[in-house]
């Protein structure tokens, strides 16, 4: 789905997947889920594009439902996977600390593991090379994407910012819908190892200057990085 000239999304409100297009190629922001990879390939299809085009591939973190297609997209196409050093060993092995689910409501519940069935989250195929990044990092793939640490989800979260998609791609940084309980609007997002941390990287954003905010659960933000970050603080 097209959202701006050089900003496309795959996926839906309940996990999403960006593409940043240039006329240099394309970098994918965020990997779904396994079964996304058909729907990358139509949105390829209708660009005119293929698998060849895409450049690189940036993880906002290391969680299985943003890193589903990125291992076949590097072994059958040579595409680079780049993640926040920090999350390169949950990228690679699913390692991760169990934390509180917080609430939840069983109709969105059962529609978010029913969709991540359907979209063949089982068995999780996890990363075996992938390529460390760091805060500050401004990554030679095509949108000039740049590195902004965003501990706290995850210690490796990070968000993306392209001056030419006009856009911040957040993860799960925040999120705009609630995959466990359905609420819309900006908030936190479940499954958070530090919720404190989370809330603190908020700040980050605040300097960033972009007209999106793309999170990996939720409909994409149309306003500034600022409003959205002081939105979810409120409704923490």
């Keep these: 789905m097209k959202l701006a000239p050089h900003l496309h999304r795959i996926g839906n409100d309940i996990v999403a997947a960006y593409l940043i297009v240039a006329d240099d190629g394309i970098t994918v922001i965020d990997a779904g889920l396994p079964g996304h990879a058909k729907d990358l390939e139509r949105e390829l299809a209708d660009l005119g594009r293929t698998p060849a085009d895409i450049r690189g591939l940036v993880l906002t973190h ?24 920090a999350d390169a060993h949950r990228a690679r092995t699913g390692e991760k600390p169990k ?7 069983l109709g969105p519940t059962i529609g978010f593991f029913w969709y991540a069935l359907r979209k063949r989250a089982v068995p999780t ?12 990092d401004v990554l ?3 949108g000039a994407p740049a590195i902004i640490g965003m501990p706290g989800h995850s210690p490796g979260s990070i968000a993306v910012h392209s001056p030419l998609a006009d856009a911040v791609f957040v993860g799960d940084a925040l999120t705009t819908r609630h995959v466990l309980t359905g ?3 900006p908030q936190p997002a479940p499954f958070t190892d ?11 954003l605040a300097g960033l200057r972009a007209s999106w905010v793309l999170p990996g659960h939720g409909a994409p933000w149309r306003g500034s990085p600022a409003d959205v970050a002081a939105a979810v603080r409120a409704a923490a």
């Design 194 to 204: 530090d919720p404190a941390a989370a809330s603190a990287s908020l700040d980050r």
């Design 140 to 142: 030679d793939l095509p």
């Design 183 to 185: 609420r819309p609007g």
């Design 62 to 85: 290391g969680d299985s439902d943003h890193i589903g297609f990125a291992e076949s997209l590097r072994r059958e196409h040579g595409v680079p996977v780049y993640v926040h050093a």
């Design 125 to 136: 195929r996890y990363v075996t090379e992938v390529t460390e990044v760091h805060d500050g």
């Design 99 to 105: 934390v509180a689910t917080g609430p939840m409501r």
